[in-house]
């Protein structure tokens, strides 16, 4: 089981899904409305590591964050 979080502005809770890559969990997060947006600008995090590939492969216990832009001052 893979846990999912969305930091910032992402209003959306937790997932817990049983998945074994980034492109699966794009996939299903593209059917929801509101992520849509949000996928095309996030970075995403492994276990705390920033990734860039959709392949990269993903173990049960292991933490996805997608983390949006923002804007500070």
Do not use: H
């Not at 890559?21 to 849509?36: C, P, R, S, T, W």
């Not at 590591?49 to 949006?68: A, F, H, I, M, N």
């Amino acid at each position: 089981m893979v846990r999912v979080e969305f930091l910032g502005p992402i209003q959306k809770e937790t997932l817990e899904l049983e998945i074994t890559n980034l492109n699966e969990l794009a996939k299903i997060l593209q059917d929801d409305k509101e992520m849509q947006k949000w996928l095309e600008n996030s970075a995403v995090a492994v276990n705390d590591t920033l990734v860039s590939s959709r392949e990269y492969g993903l173990k049960d216990g292991d933490k996805v964050s997608l983390l949006p832009p923002v804007c500070g001052g």
